[in-house]
């Protein structure tokens, strides 16, 4: 039998984004990011709602056209159930669901953790090797933190996650603090590279042995710099570069501390990173660092696949559309859900 053609839907956040998969294959891979949220400090759920309804179909559209394929080519449809936003992914659900149902193909229902985790497994021009089961997967998001033992593409085990704050959250509230639009973690990264990363100590968080906690370091930071402003009302601006790598290297150390406790206790020597915070510079650095000095093999996501993506549900649908794992047409998503 032929590879099935798979259009894939991601809404979950304030993302829209459309793929195409022929097989493992990517043909097209389409997201249109929201900027209404900026001058908001966050993104705003009734307004990230709107702006998916209005992108939906522009970004569909737009991934079939780079795909080269007729809306007839396409063999089932897959989104994004949650975890998410509610509002955000009603749309990508109906839209999904519509389409399927006009068509009469079959539907299929994508846990957002697990796609942001099998993106590995996406074939493209990168040619990257692909990890083998079973693998460990730091899963770093704006929503979520957790080390995940993948034993196959249907079966992942929690073995460790945050008690309060995601490592992206953390990125974005401390940016905050010091005065950086949203989402601040791209910023961070970019500040970073022209600071100290030992210019100033901040404390680690003291947790059970695989999960991590991020509110303490927020609070930590807020009250060191409301100490240091007390002493020189500039020290923000004078200070920039050094605070984002300062910050940055702590929470890096933090998730990599942990990971390579995870790895030692499982025996799995395969690591691999997924989510949005899966993009910044210094964690993918130490991270393959760990290959020379530990004996790792590591497997970090090209840029594309890091951030929200449908690329990553679409690889997600092909592996349960293979086991024939179909959702049927009156399916909802939901806010919650476990990877
Ligand atoms: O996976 P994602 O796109 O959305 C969620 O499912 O949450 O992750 C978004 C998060 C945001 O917190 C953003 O600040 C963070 O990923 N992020 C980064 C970087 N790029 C994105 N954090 C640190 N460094 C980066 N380069
Ligand atoms: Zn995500």
Same mark, same amino acid.
Not at 114 to 132: R, T
Not at 155 to 168: H, S, V, Y
């Given at each position: 039998?032929?590879?099935?053609?798979?259009?894939?839907?991601?809404?979950?956040?304030?993302?829209?984004?459309?793929?195409?998969?022929?097989?493992?294959?990517?043909?097209?891979?389409?997201?249109?990011?929201?900027?209404?949220?900026?001058?908001?400090?966050?993104?705003?759920?009734?307004?990230?709602?709107?702006?998916?309804?209005?992108?939906?179909?522009?970004?569909?559209?737009? !991934?079939?056209? &780079? @795909?080269?394929? %007729?809306?007839?080519? /396409?063999?089932?449809?897959?989104?994004?159930? $949650? +975890?998410?936003?509610?509002?955000?992914?009603?749309?990508?659900?109906?839209?999904?669901?519509?389409?399927?149902?006009?068509?009469?193909?079959?539907?299929?229902?994508?846990?957002?953790?697990?796609?942001?985790?099998?993106?590995?497994?996406?074939?493209?021009?990168?040619?990257?090797?692909?990890?083998?089961?079973?693998?460990?997967?730091?899963?770093?998001?704006?929503?979520?933190?957790?080390?995940?033992?993948?034993?196959?593409?249907?079966?992942?085990?929690?073995?460790?996650?945050?008690?309060?704050? !995601?490592?992206? &959250? @953390?990125?974005? %509230?401390?940016?905050? /603090?010091?005065?950086?639009?949203?989402?601040? $973690? +791209?910023?961070?990264?970019?500040?970073?590279?022209?600071?100290?990363?030992?210019?100033?100590?901040?404390?680690?968080?003291?947790?059970?042995?695989?999960?991590?906690?991020?509110?303490?370091?927020?609070?930590?930071?807020?009250?060191?710099?409301?100490?240091?402003?007390?002493?020189?009302?500039?020290?923000?601006?004078?200070?920039?570069?050094?605070?984002?790598?300062?910050?940055?290297?702590?929470?890096?150390?933090?998730?990599?501390?942990?990971?390579?406790?995870?790895?030692?206790?499982?025996?799995?020597?395969?690591?691999?990173?997924?989510?949005?915070?899966?993009?910044?510079?210094?964690?993918?650095?130490?991270?393959?660092?760990?290959?020379?000095?530990?004996?790792?093999?590591?497997?970090?996501?090209?840029?594309?696949?890091?951030?929200?993506?449908?690329?990553?549900?679409?690889?997600?649908?092909?592996?349960?559309?293979?086991?024939?794992?179909?959702?049927?047409?009156?399916?909802?998503?939901?806010?919650?859900?476990?990877?």
């Amino acid at each position: 039998t032929s590879s099935p053609i798979i259009l894939s839907i991601e809404s979950s956040c304030d993302d829209t984004s459309a793929a195409v998969l022929k097989g493992r294959q990517l043909l097209s891979n389409i997201t249109a990011n929201q900027s209404v949220h900026k001058a908001y400090g966050g993104v705003v759920p009734e307004l990230a709602s709107r702006a998916h309804q209005q992108n939906i179909i522009p970004v569909v559209e737009q !991934a079939i056209k &780079e @795909a080269n394929i %007729k809306k007839e080519d /396409i063999t089932a449809v897959a989104f994004t159930r $949650g +975890p998410g936003l509610l509002g955000s992914l009603l749309v990508g659900a109906s839209f999904a669901k519509s389409f399927a149902m006009a068509r009469k193909i079959p539907l299929i229902e994508v846990n957002h953790m697990q796609g942001h985790i099998l993106a590995h497994f996406i074939e493209d021009q990168n040619n990257l090797p692909k990890p083998s089961f079973p693998f460990l997967c730091l899963t770093v998001s704006g929503g979520h933190t957790q080390i995940v033992k993948v034993d196959s593409p249907y079966e992942f085990e929690i073995i460790g996650q945050t008690i309060d704050d !995601a490592a992206g &959250e @953390a990125f974005d %509230k401390i940016s905050k /603090i010091i005065g950086l639009p949203y989402p601040g $973690g +791209p910023l961070m990264d970019k500040f970073a590279k022209e600071g100290n990363p030992k210019a100033f100590a901040f404390t680690h968080p003291k947790v059970g042995a695989f999960d991590f906690s991020f509110s303490g370091l927020k609070t930590g930071v807020l009250y060191f710099l409301q100490k240091e402003i007390k002493k020189n009302p500039d020290f923000v601006k004078d200070n920039l570069a050094d605070i984002c790598a300062s910050v940055q290297h702590t929470i890096v150390s933090i998730l990599l501390k942990t990971y390579k406790k995870a790895a030692k206790n499982t025996g799995i020597k395969q690591l691999a990173i997924a989510g949005g915070v899966s993009a910044n510079s210094e964690l993918r650095k130490r991270l393959k660092e760990m290959e020379t000095n530990y004996g790792y093999e590591t497997y970090i996501p090209p840029m594309s696949y890091c951030t929200d993506n449908a690329a990553m549900i679409g690889i997600a649908g092909f592996f349960k559309f293979k086991n024939k794992d179909f959702a049927p047409y009156t399916i909802s998503p939901m806010a919650r859900m476990s990877v």
